[in-house]
């Protein structure tokens, strides 16, 4: 990067940081620390709901509908409907209950085991989940700096700790508030250049109907094929519906890192506002952050697109027995380049130019290009699979960042990976905020036999939030190869749990004749048989989508805790008053 870019960067962090640390001051007990003493208006919620969302897996989504289409979007078609459910049943209940963590409705419904069950089920995920998110922001700065992915997690992780650890809830809540804008406003402006440096005569709309004829604009997929539905396609408008609708009920339902957020609000109305409005804007804009991704498709048939976007990777080879190698497929596939660049800016000159709506041409020299490039970076993945290369085959999350660094002007460069750095920090602060609160709380609080007062409790969070720091970069030093495009990753991983953990509280809210016992056993039953069927998947031995994973996990529970509500004759039935 130049040096406008750095300063750009610099100024950018630096400034949001400030910000948010200096609006961070609160009384020090855990009101303070983790529901910022409940004084947070509606608009403070929709920004803390949205920035936790927005992590930095988020902004590398482009390289998602580069490769595979814009099908992803369909996740996210039963969030408006989980909103409508959390606001009617979830958020008047933990208000009226005056928790810290959703976990404490559990004890007070079935019993301190239940409780507990669930609390480590979602510390285990979401521990996992952010270490997979800190890992994201670590991609691009390793990237940027030719630094080791290591020390580089170590670098990024160290900072978010501090970052967290200093400021709490309400360090999160403020910057998430100015992270959005820049955020937003950056995305527009990189979707502005991209069809600006697009050639003469070729507008934006002919750049849909590129990425239309090379099949990425597949919004809606149903998921069809001539032997009937495929339960094993990941995205298609059935799946998102059913199973995005559980996966978005548990997570903005059960997930703390997300029911922190709107426990912070200063009342019920607030709260449901905030709910409500994001179930309104969360669709539009993943739609647009994916749209992104498919104009830079477009603009990389106008002109010469890297063999392979992890450029640390193609250096890795250069060094390796594959050098020569190398260089003869480099210089094949860049003559195959010119002639895809000279073919598609004749028909631009020609036919779109005149608004001539003949495609037929364009899409059988873009259909060529992609088969040929299929076969180019396979063979690179072959050599980087070497096990005296071991290298890293992932290319999709770097396609979105290669773009920003190659063709966008200095100073925006800065801009962009500032916004991308601001996603990773409020996401993965709120993630380590929440992972706290619910260890403290949930655990060390309920358990320990001293009593502990408030200045203790405010220390201890702290200490639990370092603490979590440190597992979650642990985690990222395995995480950024993972092989997946991140985003994907971290929507898997939160299926093979949040389905028990809907279903056990699903439970707890409209099933008042299952006690305790039941839920117990029955959760932790189902939870093994939602793994088991991941990693029959992974074997290749069955073949379900992960959306469903999250249906087969709530259901089951309940079906599970009904029958066995029958056996446990004895169980403690929760109080209406409780309620």
């Given at each position: ?8 960067l610099?100024?950018t ?11 961070s ?6 009101e303070g ?15 803390g ?7 930095a897996v988020t902004?590398?989504?482009p390289?998602?509908?580069?490769t ?12 408006p409907?989980a909103?409508?459910?959390?606001s ?23 019993d ?5 069950l ?13 270490g997979?998110s800190?890992?994201a922001p ?5 990237s940027l ?16 700790i ?39 005569g ?6 849909l ?10 919004v ?14 990941r ?31 200063r ?5 449901r ?19 992104l991704g ?6 990389y ?16 080879l250069?060094k390796?027995k ?11 596939y860049?003559?195959?380049q ?5 073919q ?7 036919n ?26 396979n ?9 005296d ?21 200095k ?8 916004v ?19 260890t403290?709380?949930?655990?060390h ?17 702290k ?62 039953v189902?939870?093994?048989?939602v793994?088991?069927?991941h990693?029959?998947?992974q ?6 989508g992960?959306?469903?994973l999250?249906?087969?996990?709530a259901?089951?529970?309940?079906l ?16 209406s008053a409780?309620?």
């Amino acid at each position: 990067m130049s040096w406008l870019d750095w300063l750009v960067l610099t100024i950018t962090l630096l400034g949001i940081i400030t910000y948010g640390l200096y609006k961070s001051r609160t009384t020090q007990n855990l009101e303070g620390y983790f529901l910022c003493n409940n004084t947070m208006p509606w608009y403070m919620v929709l920004f803390g709901i949205m920035g936790t969302q927005a992590s930095a897996v988020t902004f590398l989504a482009p390289g998602q509908s580069y490769t595979d289409g814009m099908r992803f979007v369909q996740v996210y078609f039963g969030l408006p409907l989980a909103m409508v459910v959390l606001s009617i049943t979830f958020v008047p209940v933990f208000h009226r209950l005056k928790v810290f963590t959703a976990y404490e409705f559990l004890e007070q419904r079935f019993d301190v085991r239940t409780r507990s069950l669930t609390s480590f089920l979602f510390l285990l995920q979401r521990g996992l989940s952010t270490g997979i998110s800190i890992s994201a922001p670590s991609i691009i700065l390793s990237s940027l700096l030719g630094w080791n992915i290591i020390w580089t997690n170590i670098f990024m992780g160290g900072l978010l700790i501090i970052y967290t650890v200093t400021g709490g809830a309400k360090a999160v809540a403020y910057t998430q508030q100015l992270q959005m804008a820049i955020i937003l406003a950056g995305m527009g402006f990189v979707g502005y250049l991209v069809v600006h440096r697009l050639p003469e005569g070729v507008g934006f709309l002919d750049a849909l109907h590129v990425g239309g004829k090379a099949g990425k604009l597949n919004v809606i997929t149903t998921g069809r094929t001539e032997h009937g539905f495929n339960w094993g396609d990941r995205f298609n408008l059935l799946s998102g519906l059913i199973g995005g609708f559980f996966l978005q009920l548990s997570y903005f339902g059960t997930d703390q890192s997300q029911v922190g957020r709107y426990l912070t609000a200063r009342s019920v109305g607030e709260s449901r506002l905030g709910l409500l409005l994001n179930g309104l804007v969360k669709v539009p804009m993943q739609f647009l952050i994916l749209l992104l991704g498919v104009l830079v498709f477009s603009y990389y048939q106008y002109n010469s697109e890297p063999v392979f976007f992890n450029q640390s990777q193609i250096e890795l080879l250069a060094k390796s027995k594959y050098k020569d190698s190398l260089n003869l497929l480099t210089n094949e596939y860049n003559a195959m380049q010119e002639i895809k660049v000279k073919q598609m800016n004749l028909i631009a000159a020609n036919n779109l130019q005149s608004g001539s709506t003949d495609w037929q041409q364009a899409q059988a020299t873009i259909k060529a290009s992609e088969d040929q490039k299929i076969i180019f970076r396979n063979t690179i993945k072959r050599w980087l699979h070497d096990k005296d290369v071991n290298g890293d085959d992932s290319d999709t999350n770097y396609i979105f960042l290669r773009f920003v660094i190659d063709h966008l002007p200095k100073g925006v460069v800065g801009l962009l990976i500032a916004v991308i750095f601001l996603a990773a920090w409020g996401s993965i602060a709120a993630a380590l905020n929440s992972l706290s609160s619910c260890t403290i709380v949930d655990f060390h609080k309920r358990f320990s036999k001293k009593k502990i007062d408030d200045k203790k409790q405010y220390q201890l969070s702290k200490l639990y939030t370092l603490l979590w720091g440190i597992f979650c970069v642990v985690i990222a030093q395995v995480a950024y190869n993972i092989g997946n495009s991140l985003i994907e990753a971290v929507n898997v991983l939160g299926s093979l749990f949040y389905g028990v953990i809907l279903g056990i509280f699903l439970v707890a809210f409209y099933f008042k004749r299952i006690g305790a016992k039941a839920i117990f056993a029955s959760a932790i039953v189902i939870e093994l048989f939602v793994i088991t069927i991941h990693i029959l998947n992974q074997r290749k031995v069955m073949n379900l989508g992960f959306l469903w994973l999250n249906v087969v996990g709530a259901i089951g529970v309940i079906l599970l805790s009904s029958l066995l509500s029958l056996i446990f004759k004895d169980d403690k039935k929760v109080q209406s008053a409780n309620l």
